[in-house]
């Protein structure tokens, strides 16, 4: 390997060039080796190059001519030194030299990546033009990095694209419609340059601005499964509009349109792990989707500011049918008596159909701003499901059992509004008292009816009078309005005595006003077998009207204290203590007299925050927070005064009226660090502690049928307090790279219960623990090693023998390899194991793998084969302890199954069908 | 990241803010002016011999006590290095071979003022000579403060009762001071002016009135640097203003402009920037859409045929690459940060690469400061060169680190 140095100066002024590209290429194969900017001295020295190969050196600066040298390194010599290259001003001749574009220059304040200097395949996307950037990294969580520091926000053209999401940019833009990568930074706050944030703009070619992208694709497999979408974007710079749609019966449900654009992108020409269907989700989906967005910027092409002028619209609709099915065993540790025993099967089918109907409306000015949006949410949910319930005593011996069947239909009608507008003053008026102020205001009707039919068959073994049988009709209707006001003025100090009157602390004000009225109509009515008539079932048939005022007054006293030694560090602390005082009003009118409630919980709710930032300059930076706070969770009327529904055999909840509202305080700690150099590490510390006073918990009294009769009421204090830790490290080396995780979990709760009067508390401990490994070779190979272990540790205080332990285990391998161009295999397998205290350890493996083809010019045809659970043992366990209700079971899941499946991707950039 | 870039007018807003009655301001005779076109892309480097003729180097002391931020405002004075430091509101004295002597903290002095420390706004200090030694006068919150060079505070009222506001004044040979930011608490003329001249005791003459109105309270960009500007004659000092490109002659007969720089027109700020009223009150606004735009000069030092100046822009280019010297003789026009390091600056940089400048010229020398930071990355670039540095700085580099106090540069400056 061989060494090449040099100074660059400009020969007309005679000085030494500062920041000056310098590129070194292989003659024979135009191949771009390595590159570099000169240092303040106008030198340059590149280390390992090839010996006895013909290379280029090429000089570049903005505004001088371009310099291109050839040499070749000799086996003997090894070293080159150029010694002085003197470059000169661009003069205005007209003549046009052949340029070679430099890979990397600093253009002002900006960072910039030419496009054009990385030679790529043709249907190479801008993602694959970052993966050869070695200043540039991709995170497997999305996060990109440009020398260590995190990107905040990506535009192309100066602008949001397609929603802002990073992902559906750079796997949907083809490189070759890219001019360069900038990359700067802007100020967050004109008087602290210190608080700056880096950004990314993807500039494109003349004319690039103007498009269309999309897929369309389907499948057809074993079992019947199959997988159809389709997403079609035009974008222009002013106008976007996305259309999207999908149908699969293989378990994967897009909420949104977002989440559809993003699985469907191009992904060019690179390794990528594969986006599988989710075998953990429980029961078959069988959802149907489409949507559109629209965007339209009203904004002058020219405005760059933090102007906005933009309205938006959005329609969502989905409907999904779930099937689920599933059996499991729940184990109720009494205290007192010995455990009891609970079989259960149960099936349902619901069809789910929604609307989603969004716009809205954003301005903005360099002093104010104000938008409003508004939804519309149309649901209708039918369902069918059967359960069946067989219960034990402590001997084993069967001592009741129940049968149920359901039939449900609900509509849901909502509408919201949502505005808000705030103002601040001018930054650089001093003097100014008025430090501005923000006002929002929401509002959301909702309208819901719902018909439920039930019939229960309940018999007890042992006494033929507790037996039952309910054929129960419901017609529940409810309207409800809830309005939100929110109005904050900070730095009233000021506002009231002046500027720079009163050091000490400033004072912000906060108001927050919820009102709700909800109107409930439920008709019941009994089928009578005799007379084949419907009663009306004057208990549960009942009229009620809840209101409820929350209003909550704050006063909030904050201090900054910032010391600063220019190039040594800054350092910044932050205090703030809120006055909190929450009034809760609740009025509850019904035609039952016990449910006739009106109270008023008034509570102080003080919180304080304290933070501290230390950026060491050229070193790190390290964040500490130190949070506390206060929250009440006041007791809704289905807690204080339900009405007791007798259909609902095993569960019979009662009245308490001397319920209290419950109180949570929490403790949380937060630190992270990061380094400010460039090898991309970072860790973060975390731990809370919250503490619950008066904590609503059921009381459970179950009788010989094992039928629980449950009142909520007002334990004494219990707490949960967590620890948790994350690494990442990212290692560039010449081709490949290696990225580091390391995330880590600890929980301790306490969950009291009281079962047959007798008090318990179930403690758990919860720990979790995630390694991932990844690496990435060229363009060609990616592999991802994970591994997983997660352990829960219950066991009641007074009772050693219960302890219930449950611990998961999974490793996992993907891989996704090129071996020739057009051609991708991918594979990920994962081994889990499941043991739990009261079962054999379930051991599953779940492999999927996948081979991918490419056709046409443009890679527009894709063909895949995808083998899903080849080895057949994809399993969904249900194991868990609620306070002393450990259950063990399983559900259906999605299984094995072969793919076939066809995708189109048409896309256009520019106006000419350049690709 | 270096300091502020900036400094805000606060002053004429917070201290001496008034109701305008009606304004005497006398006129500017502009016949004698000399046009310099500069052309910031277009200057020479080279070796720092065709500017001075002996640097050398001064590590400031760094010990628990004297450390400290950046040298907001340099005095030097026979013995010492009186330093203002805005980052801890210090002023610190050294003794010239960079020994730390002592510190006043003027958080803890100021009187009546119920502030933080970091919200203290002070606006440079002053010296007074008495003989071998001077007075350190500071002028905080309306009141003036004055120390000896052992930090000793000299309780007794050094001034005689003001018939007019004013934050630094000059004493010409004879009987006339120019004073900076007056303004007459006793006259009919409330007005603030940038400077006036005291002629016996008496304000014979009002210069550059400011607009203290409500525009006034957005800001503006200044270069910085000193209100008066020392020349190599003790007769004549040179004053710059806000958004002008100017160079103006202060001497006891009154102010005049000297020199006129003519900047490329993509760096020149628009022609009726000062009277359009499409710019009032957003002016900095301008400087933050047209970064290429030069809003004003500063550190107009003169010394011999040469004429020192910095331009203030928010473009990184200029913000790097913004000291000039001007050779007036050979209409030479020098940058001061492409000038190469070698044998007569020791082989060490002499300027920061941002945002820096001369920070004083005592009429002999030039006096400017680098930070450790950037000192200790220029040794490390440069360590395999094996370079011998003068003694002082040879120890510098083995037994400090980058986070020591800056380092003051003296430079000779050829005449």
């Not at chain 1, 081994?831 to 051991?843: E, L, P, Q, V, Y």
């Not at chain 2, 822009?313 to 200029?318: K, Q, R, V």
């Amino acid at each position: 390997m061989g060494t090449v140095n040099g100074v660059i100066r400009d020969s007309l002024y005679n000085h030494a060039m500062k920041s000056t590209t310098i590129s070194v290429y292989l003659i024979d194969e135009d191949k771009l080796l390595s590159y570099q900017v000169s240092n303040n001295l106008g030198e340059f020295s590149f280390k390992d190059l090839p010996l006895a190969t013909r290379l280029k050196l090429v000089i570049s600066n903005v505004g001088y001519d371009q310099i291109s040298k050839k040499f070749s390194l000799s086996r003997s010599a090894r070293t080159l030194d150029f010694k002085t290259i003197y470059v000169n001003q661009k003069s205005n001749n007209l003549e046009e030299v052949v340029i070679t574009i430099p890979p990397m220059q600093m253009n002002g304040d900006t960072l910039e990546f030419n496009a054009a200097a990385f030679k790529l395949d043709s249907n190479a996307v801008i993602q694959d033009l970052m993966k050869k950037i070695p200043n540039i990294t991709q995170w497997g969580d999305g996060r990109i990095t440009v020398n260590g520091r995190e990107i905040k926000s990506l535009l192309v053209n100066g602008r949001e694209f397609m929603g802002g999401d990073a992902k559906i940019s750079i796997e949907n833009i083809p490189k070759n419609a890219l001019e360069k990568i900038q990359v700067y930074n802007t100020v967050d706050n004109p008087k602290n340059l210190q608080d700056s944030s880096l950004n990314m703009n993807l500039k494109l070619k003349k004319g690039m601005d103007i498009g269309y992208f999309g897929k369309i694709g389907g499948g057809l497999g074993t079992n019947k499964q199959f997988e159809s979408d389709l997403s079609f974007n035009v974008f222009s710079p002013k106008f976007e509009l996305s259309l999207v749609g999908a149908s699969n019966n293989v378990n994967k449900v897009p909420g949104d349109i977002n989440t559809l654009l993003r699985n469907s992108t191009y992904k060019g020409i690179g390794v990528q792990l594969d986006y599988m269907s989710d075998f953990r989700t429980s029961g078959i989906n069988q959802p149907n989707s489409a949507g559109y967005t629209l965007k339209y910027d009203f904004r002058d092409l020219a405005s760059k500011t933090q102007n906005k002028n933009m309205l938006t619209s959005e329609y969502f609709l989905q409907n999904n049918h779930i099937q689920q099915e599933g059996s499991s065993q729940t184990t109720t540790a009494t205290g007192s008596k010995s455990d009891i025993l609970e079989e259960n099967r149960n099936n349902s089918n619901v069809d789910n159909v929604g609307h989603r109907f969004n716009t809205g409306y954003q301005f903005a000015r360099e002093r104010y701003s104000f938008n409003f949006s508004q939804n519309i949410n149309l649901n209708n949910a039918r369902s069918n499901s059967s359960s069946s319930s067989v219960s034990s005593d402590h001997n084993k011996q069967i001592v009741s059992t129940s049968n149920n069947v359901n039939s449900n239909n609900e509509n849901n009608k909502s509408y919201g509004f949502n505005s808000n507008f705030s103002f601040q003053p001018n930054l650089w008026d001093v003097d100014t008292r008025f430090s501005g102020l923000f006002f929002n205001y929401s509002m959301k009707i909702n309208e819901k009816e719902n018909r439920r039919e039930t019939r229960t068959d309940f018999r007890s073994i042992n006494d033929a009078s507790k037996n039952s049988l309910f054929n129960r009709q419901y017609d529940q209707r409810s309207q409800g309005i809830n309005q939100h006001f929110d109005f904050s003025l900070p730095a009233i100090i000021k506002l009231i005595f002046g500027v720079r009157k009163f050091g000490l602390f400033e004072i912000d004000l906060r108001n927050d006003l919820n009102l709700s009225n909800t109107k409930n109509h439920n008709k019941v009515y009994d089928y009578q077998k005799s007379t084949r008539q419907l009663i009306g079932n004057t208990y549960l048939t009942n009229n009620m009207v809840y209101n409820s005022l929350i209003y909550s007054p704050a006063i909030s006293l904050n201090r900054i204290i910032n010391k600063n030694l220019t190039n040594r560090f800054d350092r910044t602390w932050s205090f703030s203590l809120d006055l909190k005082q929450e009034f809760y009003y609740q009025n509850n009118k019904s035609d039952k007299g016990f449910q006739n409630i009106d109270r008023l919980y008034s509570n102080f709710l003080p919180a304080a925050q304290v933070s501290y930032s230390d950026n060491q300059y050229g070193d790190y930076r390290k964040i500490f927070s130190l949070s506390y706070e206060h929250k009440t969770g006041i007791p809704q009327i289905s807690q204080i005064a339900p009405l007791t529904d007798s259909a609902n055999v095993y569960f019979l909840r009662r009245v308490n009226l001397d319920l209290r509202e419950e109180r949570t305080e929490s403790l949380a700690f937060n630190f992270k660090h990061n380094n400010d150099k460039k090898d991309n590490f970072e860790y973060k510390l975390g731990a809370s502690y919250s503490k619950i006073h008066n904590n609503i918990i059921d009381n459970t009294q179950i009788d010989d049928q094992n039928v629980r009769t449950i009142f909520a009421i007002n334990n004494s204090d219990n707490y949960t307090y967590g620890l948790s830790g994350s690494i990442n490290k990212a290692i560039k080396l010449k081709v490949s790279e290696v990225q580091l995780n390391f995330n880590t979990e600890y929980n301790y709760a306490q969950i009291p219960t009281i079962i047959n009067s007798i008090r318990n508390i179930w403690t758990t401990n919860y720990f979790n623990n995630g390694l991932s490994i990844n690496y990435t070779y060229k363009a060609n190979l990616a592999i991802e090693a994970k591994q997983q272990f997660v352990k829960t540790l219950n066991y009641q205080s007074d009772y050693e023998r219960d302890n219930f332990n449950n611990t998961y285990l999974s490793s996992s391998l993907s891989f996704s390899y090129n071996p020739v161009k057009k051609l991708r295999i991918n594979s990920n397998i994962s081994f889990s194991t499941t043991r739990a205290t009261g079962s054999k350890d379930i051991n599953y493996n779940i492999w999927n793998a996948s081979l991918t083809y490419r056709l046409l010019k443009g890679d527009n045809l894709e063909m895949k084969f995808s083998a899903l659970d080849i080895l057949h043992q994809n399993t969904s366990i249900i194991s868990g302890n609620r306070g002393g209700l450990i259950t063990l079971g399983t559900q259906n899941v999605l299984q094995q199954y072969f793919i076939f499946g066809m995708s189109y991707y048409p896309r256009k950039f520019g106006k000419s069908n350049k690709k | 990241m270096n300091k502020p870039f900036f400094y805000l007018s606060l002053f004429l807003t917070t201290t001496l803010f008034s109701v305008r009655t009606f304004a005497q301001e006398n006129t500017v005779n502009k016949s004698n002016v000399r046009t310099l076109r500069i052309d910031p892309s277009a200057a020479n480097g080279g070796s720092m011999l065709q500017v001075f003729t002996e640097i050398s180097y001064v590590p400031l002391e760094t010990t628990k006590e004297s450390l400290f931020g950046d040298i907001t405002q340099l005095e030097v004075s026979e013995d010492n290095y009186i330093i203002y430091d805005n980052d801890t509101k210090c002023i610190l004295i050294f003794e010239k071979s960079g020994k730390f002597k002592v510190k006043i903290e003027l958080g803890k002095v100021v009187e009546g003022v119920r502030l933080n420390s970091e919200t203290l706004d002070v606006y440079g200090l002053s010296l007074k000579k008495t003989g071998s030694d001077c007075i350190i006068q500071v002028y905080i919150a309306g009141k003036l403060y004055a120390f000896d060079t052992n930090a000793k505070r000299i309780k007794e009222t050094i001034e005689e009762k003001q018939k007019h506001r004013a934050s630094q004044f000059y004493n010409f040979n004879g009987d006339t001071k120019v004073v900076s930011y007056y303004q007459d608490s006793k006259g009919k003329d409330k007005s603030l002016y940038q400077y006036a001249l005291i002629k016996d005791g008496k304000t014979s003459a009002k210069y550059f009135e400011i607009d203290t109105g409500k525009y006034s309270k957005s800001g503006d960009l200044a270069v910085g640097g000193p209100s008066f500007i020392e020349t190599d004659s003790p007769d004549i000092l040179h004053a710059v203003r806000y958004y002008d490109y100017n160079i103006y002659r202060i001497d006891s007969e009154g102010i005049s402009a000297a020199y006129e720089l003519i900047f490329p027109a993509k760096n020149t700020i628009p022609k009726d920037f000062n009277t359009n009223k499409v710019y009032f009150g957003k002016k900095i606004n301008h400087f933050f859409k047209n970064v290429e735009n030069i809003y004003g000069v500063g550190y107009t030092f003169k010394i011999g045929d040469f004429l020192y100046f910095k331009c203030g822009s928010l473009s990184s280019y200029i913000r790097r690459n913004g000291s000039f010297v001007y050779d007036l003789k050979n209409d030479h026009l020098i940058s001061l940060n492409r000038l190469d390091p070698d044998s007569l600056s020791h082989h060490l940089p002499i300027i920061g690469g941002w945002d820096n400048d001369f920070k004083k010229f005592d009429g002999k020398h030039l006096y400017a400061s680098l930070s450790s930071l950037e000192l200790f990355s220029y040794y490390n670039q440069e360590k395999k060169k094996n370079y011998k540095y003068p003694e002082v700085m040879q120890n510098y580099f083995n037994k400090g680190n980058k986070k020591d106090n800056p380092v003051i540069i003296k430079l000779t400056p050829k005449h």
